[in-house]
Every structure is written in C-alpha cells, then in structure tokens.
C-alpha cells in the first residue's frame, strides 16, 4: 500500500524526534536503528526509505534538534537561568543536544559535525541579539562565554553524583552570568 507524502513527512518527524529523544538519553552509539523505528512506532524495514544509514539520521536528527529557535525577547541572564534549571538538568531526553551530544559529535562523520557546527552558530546569532555589550563584536564575545559557561555547568551538573553539588553548580553559574550581564559593558567591554 503506497503511503501519502503528508504521512511520509509525518512519519519522517515522528523517528526524527524518537531519535533526537534516545540519542540525547543515551548516546548515538548505545542506540540502534531498531530502537528508534520501535520508539517511533513503525517497522524496522521502513527506515531505509527515510533515510540512506545511521550517520544521515544522526546528521538530520542533529540539524532537527537545533533548529532555527524561537527569537528571544528576555535578556542573556534569564536565558541561563532558564537553561541552568534543574528541571533541564534532569530531563536528558528533551533537554539540550549540545550538552548531552558535544562530546560524542567529535567522533561522528563530518555531517553530524557540520550539523552541530551550523547549529552552534545559529545560537551564537541568537544569543548575541540579547547580550550586553556596546557593540557586535562585544555582544558576539558576550554570547559565546555565556553559551560555553551554560553547557559546561549543565554538563557538570549532570555527571555530579552529588545531588547538592549539581544544584550549586547550576545556581552558582547562573548567579556569575547574571552578575556579568547586569554588569553590561563593564566586564563584557574587557579584552
């Protein structure tokens, strides 16, 4: 029975965001293609007519998951605080793939690279259109310390078996970055 090209397209988003969910809690390498078809609800045969292997669904899930965005209309430090939440922190399978992938991206083919690469400057862009600063170039500076300070708190967060240790992290990173964000041009002016 041939399938329409809506419920092609369907289908497509549906192992798209099953995979992009299990490779967030688990790692690319831990899951499988049959895991994510199972997740998704279709048959393990069916992949191949979405996708060309393993690496291209690691590739799309990637560029899936860091999308465009939404335009942000708060400034830098209520980004962070958002982001440096326990309820974030927590949630490994719907939280950022940035924090949970980095590391296991510098292993993956060139696609994936490029993915995460084109991802990371759309939210350095993101980032910079609420940073403090004077100037692009100090905006652009503010966002990317700010960017890097929130996925290594995050990543340190969650590795830490320490429940109150995971939670001064996130905290004490989010106070430093509104401290410097409500401090504008002064720290994020220095060179």
Not at 61 to 66: M, V
Not at 131 to 137: I, Q, T, Y
Request: contains cysteine; hydrophobic residues 40%; aromatic residues 6%.
């Amino acid at each position: 029975m041939r399938v329409s090209r809506q419920q092609v397209e369907e289908n497509k988003r549906t192992i798209l965001e099953a995979a992009g969910r299990l490779f967030r809690e688990r790692g690319f390498e831990s899951v499988t293609v049959t895991d994510v078809m199972k997740s998704a609800g279709l048959t393990h045969g069916g992949f191949y007519g979405y996708f060309k292997s393993k690496d291209d669904l690691i590739a799309q899930t990637l560029a899936e998951l860091q999308g465009e965005g939404e335009p942000l209309s708060v400034d830098l430090a209520t980004v962070a605080s958002r982001y440096l939440s326990p309820e974030h922190r927590d949630d490994f399978g719907h939280g950022c793939p940035v924090a949970a992938l980095a590391s296991e991206v510098i292993r993956q083919p060139a696609e994936a690279r490029a993915e995460m690469t084109a991802g990371l400057r759309r939210q350095f862009a993101r980032l910079s259109k609420v940073a403090p600063g004077p100037d692009e170039a100090h905006r652009r500076r503010a966002a990317i310390g700010t960017w890097s300070a929130m996925v290594g708190a995050l990543i340190l967060a969650r590795m830490a078996d320490d429940p109150a240790l995971s939670n001064e992290i996130l905290a004490e990173t989010s106070t430093w970055l509104s401290a410097r964000d409500h401090q504008g041009t002064t720290t994020a002016g220095i060179a």
